[in-house]
């Protein structure tokens, strides 16, 4: 029987404008299989509910988990996880990215222990916050609709005046040791930089439409 984290949903974040990227960068194939397929693999084995925020749905719609609009149109993260925390049915919502293709459960499973006395649980990886790969309580829910509406979308901003338990870059090596969790696919040169030549292979083919 599986042991999920308690109180805690978990979201994925779909909703990027992917301007740099000539496919969906949900959809880039690592080792065979697409990143987002993978990670709601890696979700479900972790959390009792998953599902994914995007203004796509058509494209998201056969991995059958539920989907989330941003409530409001206004673009940016903090809109999609103003939405999942308000469509969350528990306390806590674990937050990634789309596009990162080797997330750790083992690191996420530390963050969740984090958790207590505090609204946000964030990862500081050699002085910057990874905002994307982090856990929200629902107690910021009426200070980031206020934020959302506002004119700083930032949230490096909006965490600077909240309780927040960050996981300075030691902690997180011992867990995830090369930090690959944070390894984001935002450009065709990323795919370079951290697939293996079969999968650049398979991109390309996605470029030219193959």
């Not at 080797?102 to 916050?129: C, Y």
């Amino acid at each position: 029987m599986t042991t999920f984290l308690k109180n805690c949903t978990a979201v994925i974040l779909s909703g990027g404008e992917n301007r740099r990227m000539p496919v969906l960068k949900a959809f880039i194939e690592v080792n065979g299989q697409k990143i987002i397929e993978r990670n709601i693999r890696i979700m479900k084995g972790l959390f009792e509910d998953v599902s994914i925020v995007t203004n796509q749905p058509e494209a998201y719609a056969y991995l059958k988990v539920p989907m989330l609009g941003d409530v409001y149109d206004i673009r940016g993260p903090m809109t999609g996880i103003f939405t999942a925390l308000l469509n969350s049915s528990k306390q806590w919502v674990f937050v990634s990215a789309c596009d990162m293709p080797f997330i750790s459960t083992d690191l996420i499973n530390h963050m969740s222990t984090r958790r207590n006395g505090v609204e946000a649980v964030v990862p500081m990886l050699q002085g910057k916050a990874e905002p994307l790969f982090s856990f929200y309580s629902k107690r910021l829910l009426t200070s980031m609709e206020k934020a959302v509406l506002g004119d700083n979308k930032s949230l490096k901003d909006f965490l600077d005046m909240k309780r927040v338990q960050y996981i300075p870059t030691n902690q997180i090596k011992k867990f995830d040791p090369e930090a690959s969790s944070f390894i984001n696919l935002n450009t065709p040169q990323d795919v370079g930089q951290y697939l293996d030549h079969k999968d650049i292979l398979r991109f390309k083919r996605k470029q030219k439409g193959g």
